[in-house]
């Protein structure tokens, strides 16, 4: 998932906020979700029910195209095109390159293996070993590829030059090397996703191997498989340019630029349905073979446990590249990704020999609706060919009221000023009376969501196969583990206080500025006297604080939108927003100085009430820019 779809995600669950604020009533349960029995899985089968879904998905969702490829019992089932690659042009799964975005990331993965089954790399052993920079470590324990790999490598999230939509070299180690994100979790124990950490599992490829990572793929990867209408390369090589699939925001267009990104390992490939399907009949042990099967069969395994996790290992988890979606009792390894403009995603059954991949080239016209999408296109696909029951039943006196909360998301910003994004991204879980919990906005699907508890850490969607793992210690939620590779972690009553009471103080401050004028105004009009010279350079000075603060506030607006649609803000602007931001802090000073002259002289309970409310606004906003890194010296992001 992309910055963008990060913030889409955000201002849903800021929605649902606001509206469980309001007294909305939770979600109702969705109907029980009983499949019926095996439908034939066979290439005419699963034509027809592509061909009865996916036209009325594209045209209700605006979006242009899909590739699709389906494979099963040793084969290719079908390949499939629909819509548009471009004006005219109809997506042709042997011919149109998609861009899978961080399905990427499995191909990173299997040549990490490759190189372990060689005998090159070890798992376990710290990434040090294989780097030619160091990075900054919080904790002693060990870095190790099974972290980077699971997404348990501590990293915070960066957006700085993740996707660029202009074509710039791609220089893989200076992406890695300058300013890398800090390390905000003990290794292995808080699944946070981090295109960073796959990224530098890449690295260490190239590094091992003696092979630009791009070399690497094509040698030991595509080369060998035959894939030779796909390229991790940027931009794409002569006779695959000219067949990638335009890129839009919605079906009704433009088409947008090619996309860069900063970290290729991580999301750079391109590649067609029909190469996406050689791939996955490899990694189901079928025609050429890139990983023996033990090293398939490890890599499809959870890459930690209980040991390293503790409650978590109880929920799926991380694989050594996959993510576990285990559906319908049958056992289900899969990936997603996103770009601006492209989303896929991507379902293999390893003892049923079957797999799906699915890409639109378009967001649609509902930003966060794709998300939705392929997880209704997966359900419905293991529904219809590989239906069974989940046998589990809710328990007694269930943790609901415990659980009940609000909580952020471990994949965030903790050390920028982007941390402040953490209030506009909030999870809200209420408790119900019937000791489930729901969801406004599940945070792996951004619909509405009820779960009931199946076990000591365990809770499970009513009506789906969706499963969370809650670690409790000492009577309190210590994180919730959703999808995999990402946790829910409690938010303090203080930082979920920080967003109203800044507004609050900003309104303060602005009408304080707005009086001002108007109330010269005023006794212009009535020929009254103004305020004598006693303090009129403090009430100056606490004025221009006032406007620096809000004008601080609408920069830091701006900042926030260009970094999260992928811009660069620029440090002039930056270094600009955090100047106003300071000299708004520092009218705390003349602000104090005014309420003591204040009380000294006698001015009236009015005077002094509005200046005791002007000081109290001024350190609101200033507590709230130091609390999340407005005013730190570092400006990355």
Known sequence: MTARHLAAAAALAAVAVLATACGSAAPAAPEPHTPDAAEDFTTANVDAWLDETLPEMLEAEGIAGASVAVVGDGEVFTTRGFGEAAPGTPVDPADTLFRPGSISKVFTATAVMQLVEDGELDLDTDVAAYLDFDIARDYDEDLTLRHLLSHTAGFEERVSGLIGLEGEDVDLRAALATDPPEQVYRPGTTPAYSNYGNALAGYIVERVSGMPFEDYIDANILEPLGMDSSSFRQPLPAGLADRVSEGYNDSSGPAQPFEYVGTPPAGALSATADDMATFMLSQLGVGTQLLDAETREQMFSPAL??????????????????????????????????????????????????????????????????????????????????????????????????????????RGFH?????????????????????????????????????????????????????????????????????AAFTLLPMDVERQLGLPFTIAALAVLLIGLLAWPAAALYRKLRRRPGPGPEGRRWRVLVRIAAACSLLAVAGWVVIFMLAMGLQDPGAALIRTVQVLQLAGALGLIPAAVRLVGEIRRKAGWRAVTGTVVTLLALSAVADFAIEFQLLSPNISY
């Open 305 to 410: 446990d209980a040991d390293s996790l503790g409650a978590f290992a109880d929920a799926p988890r991380m694989t050594l590249g996959w993510f576990q979606e285990d559906q319908n009792g049958h056992r289900v390894v899969g990936h997603g990704g996103d770009t601006n403009f492209f989303h896929s995603h991507l379902n293999l059954y390893p003892e049923d020999g079957a797999g799906i991949y699915v890409s639109f080239n378009s967001t649609g016209t509902d930003e966060a609706a794709t998300l939705g999408l392929r997880s209704d296109l997966m359900r419905d696909f293991a529904d219809r060919y590989f239906p069974g029951e989940t046998n589990t039943a809710p328990i007694e006196n269930s943790d609901a009221e415990l659980v009940a909360g609000t909580y952020h998301a471990s």
């Open 415 to 483: 050390s920028t000023f982007l941390s402040a994004l953490e209030l506009f991204s909030t999870t809200k879980i209420t408790a119900l009376d019937d000791g489930r919990i729901a969801f406004d906005a599940d945070p792996g699907t951004l619909k509405p969501a009820v779960y009931e508890q199946v076990g000591d850490t365990l809770w499970r969607e009513v009506g789906g196969e969706r499963v969370l793992a809650v670690n409790i210690e000492d009577g309190e939620v210590t994180g919730i583990v959703h999808d």
